[in-house]
């Protein structure tokens, strides 16, 4: 949102991964890295130091530690200027706030996506944002039931859980979905913490009205973020599994998206953003060019009632509509199968899928 047409790519590291933290191609031949080092300074635990370096390198230059070439014109200066001015206004405007994203779909399949979404994280985190984040865990749960030989059901795009499979679904999403998430965040710089609906009492689940056909398949009943609130006043990246337990301490499955909206708005969250395996919501479903950039709750509810928002995308939808009705300010759902995705959504103007505001 707001860099220029010329940029192609963008690549993220941390301070302790030697990697280019923005790398902005300019044409076939030209590459501008921006290189981000954070660390915390000797006085504050909290405070943090932020060093920008820039180099150019041509494009048959593969070896990251290339020396910087010094021959710039003036227009790689002014495009180097351009794209780092441009982020200034959306650091301003989201420093201090809290972000919710919810991650799944394609984002946790591909090791580069995965990667991407990390490194975002961390360079929010870094910036002055709050990021908090959820995550669900199918394709790693298919992969143990079926080492297991527990057949994997489903009715209505949710997951039939009964209580082999709930056993299965919590080490899976507790033990190791969230636990490799939190590594991978901490390793690029930051400082997650890793939970699920069960710790701190952060969620109160109860049984999903269809718990007949779906078993242990529930719903967010409560949610209370004390101890949310203490990790993000603290710096720190709360990681959430979608997984709690009832009042009687029975565990359930819940949707991620649903725990993403529900913990938003309990937070009182700025953002909450919804990772998809789609562009975003579509006036034409058919129509991958037909991208609705912005809408409001009305535009949105009249969309559903005319059927061009069906099948899974209208419980994303609801769960945004929800959360805004909430407190929460904007409600994104957006393509997490660009490398990025988060970047473009919350420091430019394009965005990277549909924003829905109250």
């Given at each position: 949102m707001g860099a220029t047409a010329a940029v192609k790519s963008l690549h993220f590291c941390s301070s302790q991964e030697p990697l280019s933290f923005l790398s902005f191609t300019k044409s076939k031949t030209l590459n501008l890295n921006f290189n981000f080092d954070f660390s915390k300074t000797s006085s504050t635990s909290r405070s943090r130091r932020l060093r920008l370096a820039v180099r150019a390198s041509s494009a048959s230059s593969t070896a990251l530690n290339d020396p910087p070439n010094p021959i710039l014109s003036s227009y790689d200066h002014q495009l180097r200027v351009k794209i780092l001015s441009e982020s200034l206004p959306y650091i301003q405007k989201f420093r201090g706030k809290t972000i919710v994203v919810k991650y799944g779909g394609a984002a946790m399949k591909s090791a580069e996506l995965k990667a991407s979404v990390v490194r975002d994280l961390v360079l929010l985190a870094c910036v002055g944002l709050r990021p908090v984040l959820v995550h669900g865990g199918g394709p790693e749960i298919n992969v143990l039931l079926n080492q297991l030989n527990i057949p994997s059901q489903f009715r209505d795009g949710l997951r039939v859980t009964d209580a082999r499979t709930m056993e299965v679904v919590s080490m899976v999403l507790v033990g190791k979905v969230n636990k490799d998430l939190v590594s991978r965040i901490n390793f690029a710089g930051a400082t997650a913490v890793g939970l699920s609906g069960m710790d701190g009492r952060l969620l109160t689940a109860r049984p999903s009205p269809n718990a007949a056909q779906l078993g242990f398949v529930g719903e967010v009943a409560r949610v209370d973020p004390t101890v949310l609130q203490t990790l993000v006043d603290n710096g720190s990246i709360p990681v959430i599994a979608s997984v709690a337990a009832d009042e009687f301490g029975q565990p359930y499955n819940i949707n991620a998206d649903t725990v993403a909206g529900e913990v938003a708005a309990a937070l009182g969250a700025e953002k909450l953003i919804l990772l998809t395996d789609v562009a975003g919501i579509l006036r034409n479903r058919e129509d991958p060019g037909s991208l609705v950039k912005e809408i409001d709750i009305k535009g949105v509810k009249k969309m559903i009632e005319e059927g061009?928002?069906?099948?899974?995308?209208?419980?994303?939808?609801?769960?945004?509509?929800?959360?805004?009705?909430?407190?929460?300010?904007?409600?994104?759902?957006?393509?997490?199968?660009?490398?990025?995705?988060?970047?473009?959504?919350?420091?430019?103007?394009?965005?990277?899928?549909?924003?829905?505001?109250?």
């Open positions: 061009k928002v069906g099948g899974g995308m209208i419980p994303k939808v609801n769960c945004c509509i929800r959360s805004l009705a909430q407190g929460v300010t904007t409600a994104s759902i957006i393509d997490g199968r660009v490398e990025h995705s988060l970047l473009h959504e919350i420091m430019t103007d394009e965005g990277a899928g549909t924003m829905i505001t109250g």
